[in-house]
């Protein structure tokens, strides 16, 4: 992330439009779709601005190597891979260590959710494939699998919405892009599980004061809860159909 | 290297006793609740590194080092020296340590040392330039691992800040050719900020800073913040498979800025006494 807060109209003009056209405080637009891959048990599709990325579950199956396996729960196992023509410039497809620690801190986002106790012995494998990477693409990887696994029908307390929040020519801004990771100040990417607001990932690159980091924060739980409707709705459109509605449940 | 133990036997039959011990905010070794363990660092104990600094916080032991040498800087950055910061978990550091290709664990511990040093702008590696696009410093710290008793986070950033503080490096001065010459002369490295790391685990519903290998084995999730001198955070990491509520989050964001500013005196009077 650079450092230079320089030429400050460049990503913010006067008007507080950014580059995209978007306001400070908004999302990129969210495109949702599940149950996207035939094979796997569950799957779903996301457009975040223009990161596009397949996330697939298997499981709960058999753990290999037998080792591994838990006698109290499922082994959650992730991982984020970009493809090679993702980025710009064409990405070695061997998993780097970015990418170590991103499948870390994907697991370790979404276990929270899950009800791992309920399949002793077996494994779960969660694979967030990044097609095309457009900045946060960790956050909607993570919104993507969460939904990936409540499309398998994975026992879950609640699904994981993720977003970040930054700091851009020197404002705090909602959802930040490419250029915006690469040449503002700071990235503050956040996932909770919206119904009891807990925070299941949180990471911060960048300079942040207290006003500031306590603004992007408050602002990325925003950003989640919006993720968050657009997740139900794509889960409640693939299995009530567009026109109509669940059942309320009780809360 | 993957230093992980995956069965708390002991630690498991003493969750009762750590739980009614943080109920009248204590803790198993008799801190309180946002104590930190005793930190020693050493620096300039390695004469062949650049820069050195060994660290004790509690049993948590280990030793950074400084090389710098000349490399050519990233196509994207042709203005900025290069910052390498890796970590090493020792097979002597543990009995759960094995040798190998670093896990994801190390992997991770290294990264967010590496961000927080480079986020706050600790080193202006745009002073590391010689040719732009051609010749800069390429700055190396490695982290060797010696124990390990909690809390690496910490520690390794601890480690490889102070390394850097008393980092001496050759000058080099740029001939008519445009090539890079070594001189005698060492100079240290352009110091903008002295970034602290303070990590905290959550147990139960008590955040507790500077966590050991037993309270580790039990907490339900972790989180890393670092702040600068003029109380920005400037890198943060939540780890772990557990959540945090909101409030714990700022409530963690606001004692890594207090607390930190303790670490920072010592950090530079050890860094002082060379």
Known sequence: ?251 | MSAVKKVFVVEQLRRAQMNELLSRGMRVDGRGLSDARELIIETNVIEKAEGSARVKLGNTELIAGVKVNLGTPFPDTPDKGLLVVSAEVLPLASPYAEPGPPDENTIELARVADRGIRESGMIDVSKLVLVEGKHVYAVFVDVSILNVDGNLFDATSYAVVASLLTTKIPKYVVDEKGLPVKTEEKVPLPIQTIPVSMTMARVGDHLLLDPNSEEEALMDARITFVSDDRGNICAGQKGMPGSLTTQQVLQAANTARLKGEETRTMIKRAASNV
């Open chain 1, 1 to 251: 992330m650079g450092k230079q807060g320089g030429d400050s109209t460049r990503l913010i003009n006067e008007q507080g439009i950014r580059l995209d056209g978007r306001r400070i405080d908004e999302l990129r637009p969210i495109k949702i779709e599940v149950g996207t891959l035939k094979n796997a048990d569950g799957s779903a599709y996301v457009q975040f601005g223009k990161n596009k990325i397949m996330a697939a579950v298997y499981g709960p199956k058999e753990v290999h190597p037998k080792h591994s396996a838990l006698p109290d729960r499922s082994v959650l196992r992730c991982r984020y891979h970009m493809s090679p023509f993702s980025t710009e410039e064409r990405k070695n497809p061997a998993p780097s260590r970015r990418e170590i620690e991103i499948s870390k801190v994907i697991r370790e986002a979404l276990e929270p959710a899950l009800m791992l106790e309920d399949y002793p012995r077996t494994a779960i494998d969660v694979f967030v494939e990044v097609l095309q990477s457009d900045g946060g693409s960790r956050c909607a990887g993570i919104s993507a699998a969460s939904v990936a696994l409540a499309d398998a029908g994975i026992n879950m307390r609640d699904l994981v919405s993720a977003c970040a929040a930054g700091k851009v020519a020197g404002q705090v801004v909602l959802d930040v892009d490419d250029t915006e990771d690469k040449e503002g100040q700071a990235d503050l990417p956040i996932a909770i599980m919206p119904s009891t607001i807990q925070v299941t990932l949180l990471q911060l690159d960048g300079q942040l004061n207290d006003e500031e980091f306590n603004k992007a924060f408050d602002w990325a739980l925003g950003g989640c809860r919006k993720v968050y409707e657009l997740q139900r709705e794509a889960l409640i459109g693939r299995y009530f159909g567009r026109n109509e509605k669940p059942m309320e449940v009780e809360q």
